[in-house]
């Protein structure tokens, strides 16, 4: 099932959708809190956002569309500008703050990483957002002339950590130290 979350931009929602869409995502983040990701079903939150199941999937494919969801809002919304005198400082201060971020949420990092692995198409969509976000905050990080593979090498190391925080294998607080001594070696003779 699709659905208007991803498949239309947030402007082309009428009002009353975007309040609909916005009272279905805070009752979700509320839930996934409360019960956690396993427990969670787009029935609570339809019933903790007060709308019907039917219209809660008008918009939420399904939870894992709901974690996708959240988690791109929550990147989002946080307008963190790189900070640091070097290329590398800059670049770990753009994965200190994700990480931080995702210490500070653990219901929804927890959430996230086994939503992202799917195959539903809206989470398809959103994975792409969200990788996309990634990928531009390393690149605002390493300036103008950000070396294309330096930026992937990036990415692609940040996705691996992501992942092993998400399946339990460091915590996120861990993860951002980790982090820190990879870019270090990555940006190697590539500092500015």
Known sequence: MSSHVSALPRQGLNARQAETVSRLLEAGLEELRAVGHDALTIRTVATRAGVSPATA??????????FAELFWRFLVEDDHEPSGSSATERLQSVTRRLTARLAESPELAAAVTPALLGTD??????????????VNRFRAALGPA???DVVETVALAFSGALLQGGVGLMTYTEMGDRLDAVVA??????DA
């Open 57 to 66: 999937y008008t918009y939420l494919a399904s939870k894992n569309h709901l």
């Open 121 to 134: 198409p809206d989470v398809e969509r959103l994975r792409l957002r969200i990788g996309g976000e990634f």
């Open 146 to 148: 950000a070396d294309p």
């Open 185 to 190: 070696v990555i940006m190697k003779g590539n």
